[in-house]
């Protein structure tokens, strides 16, 4: 079961915290909004990066950062 | 109780314009317990209307095994090119109603909110005050913005509050409005759900194809000779569809099938003669969504009409999500260019990139519609990205 | 020994207003959302964090203090209960109310995953109210209230604060993003077809 770091994004505001604390993961778009290295909208999140994940998370400034398993269903859920 | 007309008309047979006409056509609602109308839902294999196609009897199990469930009936259409919801609203309100009653039941739901467009409401409000559903339906004025009816904003809609989307999760069979379980299906769904009640899963699958049975209410419109709402079997061709409208007014180059966010497919012998549904529509990245068909005549240039509906879509965005925020107006501008100006391989690449960028990047599917359509645009009109480097166009009119 | 207490309690509470005035300098950098030379927003963050919490230590032992000095006449009740206290009230219930709000603001951030960005904010905003109120107690409590040197440590922390805040209402927008470009307005999408 792998761990993806989500990003909700009504409440990022490319603050850039993130980008500092997961650059392995994570680099900023045209507008500074973190963008996956992986080519995959959420990054899958190896277990040697699980503490820099979860600090990214716990200091985004907005709360915007999630981790959460991978049910495995691709697209599950979309309106 | 008549006897529907033909089978390709059962949503826009049901018109009536009075809670008694309505009975008289079709008999009262029949009393079925809530397990009994999954059960019927399921065995009927209806999917969504509302562009997703999801099965019916999933988003109905999703919500019924949860307390104090809400029904939202979402008629709120922010898309311009689809009138389909507006007419079943405006022909046969209390069939869209009978079925939010049957939703309710299914669900065990203890609210139910119908959301309209803000001109319909003072006659929905009347069709409503002619009802004595055991859970009142109350009316929510939509506004007419494209994004007014996804889902989630709905949901906002029928809290309160302004209707932009929220991110998932939760799922709003989970949590949507004021936190309880909530299940959101467009009118025509819940319209499909009067009838199915009344005559069986058997009759409902009588048309249309195994996957997605029934019948579909279309909105073509474009050059075509009768534009407007017509309702036509599942997996009936494309060109059925245009015949439906009169068929082509002039010479026809391509087809937007399944509006804004969806795709290009020329209009050739070959696609003319596909079916609208998901498995044949792949290859083109199309689907029949919500049931929108646009006639592109050879004489509009398409890379113009695709600047049009992405400036269109950039200005829709709800301004919540940096990518979309800033992506779309980006891809609008670039467009822009392409379509009037100088399309250098450059500006097509950047194109391709900036749409990676802006894919699946926002709480809701609007930019990843958007980059859809997009992408459809370079590839079914890359001919005349051609002729416009070279100074001209297909369309006949100059670029510059 | 009682002067030692005083010198030692008075010592404490000149370095919690240091402390805290860097805190709140701090806080208005984090808020920016820039960085400092040498120092990424995160760290920016996490200096603002730490040097609170030592501020708070600081503050522990600056109380403590006082409650072993009979000269303060400081009561447990006047900890956290303001304006109630025999030596100088109103003073010293000023540092009462700051520290009060100190706990706040702590507290709050400790929490900030459970109650959401919106209440956080909401509730960090005392930090405006608790810095003045520090400063006021640090020169209406002090015996040595007109000695020069605690003047200029005060001078010197409004200073501070005061600048960065100018520097953050002055400054440019944080939000990083690039200005938006201007969209073609649709010539009207019906005439499209």
């Given at each position: ?79 | ?400 | ?41 995160f760290a920016v963050a996490a200096l603002h964090r730490t040097v609170s919490l030592a501020a708070l230590a600081f503050l522990t032992l600056h109380v403590l203090t006082l409650l072993l000095d009979p000269y303060a006449q400081l009561r447990l009740e006047d900890v956290v209960l303001p304006f109630r206290a025999a030596y100088r009230p109103a003073w010293q219930g000023l540092g009462t109310v700051a520290l009060d709000l100190v706990v706040l603001l702590v507290a709050s951030s400790l929490l900030r995953q459970r109650i959401g960005v919106r209440a956080w904010r909401w509730l960090h905003w005392a930090a405006y109210l608790c810095w ?62």
């Amino acid at each position: 079961m792998t761990d993806r770091l989500r990003v909700d994004w009504t409440r990022c505001r490319a603050r850039g915290l993130c980008l500092e604390l997961l650059p392995e993961l994570l680099t900023a778009d045209d507008w500074g909004y973190p963008l996956s290295r992986s080519g995959e909208t959420e990054p899958s999140v190896p277990r040697w990066l699980s503490a820099h994940a979860e600090r990214a998370v716990v200091e985004c400034p907005r709360l915007a950062l999630r981790i959460s398993p991978d049910p495995g269903e691709p697209g599950a859920g979309r309106p | 109780m008549t006897e529907l007309r033909t089978p390709t008309q059962r949503l826009l047979a049901a018109a009536a314009s009075s809670y008694g006409r309505h009975v008289q056509l079709l008999g009262p609602l029949p009393d079925v317990s809530g397990e009994r109308v999954r059960q019927l839902v399921q065995d009927s294999g209806l999917t969504g209307r509302g562009g997703a196609g999801f099965p019916t009897s999933r988003k109905l199990a999703a919500v019924a095994g949860r307390r104090r469930a809400v029904v939202v009936a979402n008629g709120a259409e922010g898309e311009p090119a689809s009138s389909k919801d507006r007419v079943l609203l405006l022909r046969a309100p209390h069939l869209v109603l009978d079925g939010v009653a049957v939703a309710v039941r299914a669900t065990g739901a203890t609210e139910a909110f119908l959301y309209a467009p803000d001109d319909l409401a003072d006659r929905l409000q009347d069709v409503i005050r002619q009802r004595a559903d055991p859970v009142g339906v109350t009316l929510i004025r939509a506004d007419s913005s494209f994004i007014a009816g996804q889902e989630t904003a709905a949901v906002a809609a029928a809290e309160g509050r302004p209707a932009v989307p929220r991110s998932v999760p939760p799922m709003p069979f989970v949590s949507g409005v004021r936190g309880r379980p909530t299940l959101v299906n467009n009118v025509e769904t819940l319209a499909q759900l009067g009838l199915i009640i009344r005559y069986g899963p058997d009759w409902f699958r009588a048309i249309g194809t195994a996957d997605e049975p029934g019948s579909r209410l279309l909105t073509v419109s474009g050059a075509v000779f009768r534009p407007g709402v017509y309702e036509a079997p599942t997996g009936d061709t494309l060109a059925a569809a245009l015949r439906l409208a009169g068929g082509a007014a002039g010479s026809v180059q391509a087809l937007l099938v399944g509006g804004y966010h969806g795709a290009w497919v020329p209009w050739l012998p070959d696609t003319a003669g596909l079916p609208l549904t998901r498995s044949a529509l792949a290859p083109y990245d199309a689907a029949p969504g919500a049931g929108i068909l646009v006639a592109l005549p050879r004489r509009r240039c398409g890379l113009l009409a695709t600047a049009e509906i992405v400036a269109y879509l950039a200005g829709q965005n709800a301004g919540q999500c940096g990518p979309c925020r800033n992506g779309l107006p980006t891809l609008a501008g670039q467009l822009w260019e392409l379509a009037t100006g100088w399309p250098t391989t450059g500006l097509v690449r950047e194109i391709s990139r900036v749409a990676g960028l802006v894919d699946g990047r926002g709480a809701c599917a609007h930019p990843t519609g958007t980059v859809r359509l997009v992408r459809s645009c370079l590839r079914i009109f890359s001919a005349d990205v051609e002729l416009h480097r070279a100074g001209r166009c297909a369309a006949g009119r100059g670029t510059r | 020994m009682t002067d030692a207490l005083w010198y030692f309690g008075r010592g404490t509470g000149v370095t919690v207003l240091v402390l805290f005035s860097l805190v709140v300098v701090l806080g208005i950098v984090t808020r920016s959302g820039q960085p400092l030379p040498g120092l990424p927003r995160f760290a920016v963050a996490a200096l603002h964090r730490t040097v609170s919490l030592a501020a708070l230590a600081f503050l522990t032992l600056h109380v403590l203090t006082l409650l072993l000095d009979p000269y303060a006449q400081l009561r447990l009740e006047d900890v956290v209960l303001p304006f109630r206290a025999a030596y100088r009230p109103a003073w010293q219930g000023l540092g009462t109310v700051a520290l009060d709000l100190v706990v706040l603001l702590v507290a709050s951030s400790l929490l900030r995953q459970r109650i959401g960005v919106r209440a956080w904010r909401w509730l960090h905003w005392a930090a405006y109210l608790c810095w003045p109120a520090a400063v006021a107690h640090a020169i209406g409590t002090g015996t040595d209230r007109h000695s020069g040197w605690l003047l200029t440590v005060v001078v010197a922390c409004a200073g501070a604060v005061g600048a960065a805040g100018i520097w953050r209402l002055v400054g440019r927008s944080f939000e990083p993003d690039i200005p938006v470009a201007r969209v073609p307005p649709p010539t009207g999408l019906a005439g499209l077809w």
